[in-house]
């Protein structure tokens, strides 16, 4: 049972009914994650913005997915792990690209190098040096990718943390963490 009460879209109005109806469209259902956070409309308008600019962004929906699964794993977060996990595959990865990048790994290099500096970020909290920055331009990443790395981390940070804080129930095929606890 989650820590927070888990809002149904039927009993709000506004912004945040606004939000739960866009979230419902594009899933099919309003799933328990965005049901926790819409307890604070300014959060959920935080969180659903942030994944539809991401969206549009430069990196792509797959290498999206790639980056919230080792994120998630590195956080030991089963909710966002089974959630991106799923989305990973809607959004054409295989369950072994998905199971390596719970890890940071990629057969493709370049895949593989953003993975890691995406996780550096997590293990460092942030704090890397121009040399890492560094490598990860020599991969062919522009900068422009690099901050929406940055951008994309710090996104999984937040639902990460809203999962594991409120207990929220996984309401996606669960799968099995790689990392240990």
């Excluded at 369950?95 to 895949?111: F, I, M, N, V, Y």
Aim: with cysteine; glycine share 8%.
């Amino acid at each position: 049972m989650a820590n927070v009460p888990l809002i149904d879209r039927n009993d709000t109005t506004g912004t945040v009914r606004e939000h739960l109806d866009e979230i419902s469209g594009a899933f099919g259902t309003v799933p328990a994650m965005f049901r926790a956070v819409a307890n604070s409309p300014a959060a959920l308008a935080s969180m659903w913005g942030s994944f539809g600019a991401f969206g549009g962004g430069t990196l792509g929906a797959a290498l999206g997915e790639q980056i919230a699964v080792a994120v998630a794993d590195r956080n030991s977060c089963e909710y966002c792990l089974a959630a991106h996990t799923a989305l990973g595959k809607r959004a054409g990865l295989t369950r072994d690209a998905l199971a390596a990048a719970q890890h940071g790994e990629s057969d493709d290099p370049k895949t593989a190098a953003l993975l890691a500096f995406a996780l550096a970020l997590v293990n460092d909290r942030g704090q890397l040096s121009p040399a890492d920055v560094q490598a990860v331009r020599d991969q062919g990443w522009t900068d422009e990718q690099i901050v929406e790395t940055i951008g994309q981390v710090a996104l999984n940070l937040f639902t990460n943390y809203v999962n594991i804080a409120l207990d929220v129930p996984i309401d996606f095929p669960t799968v099995p963490l790689r990392r240990a606890r």
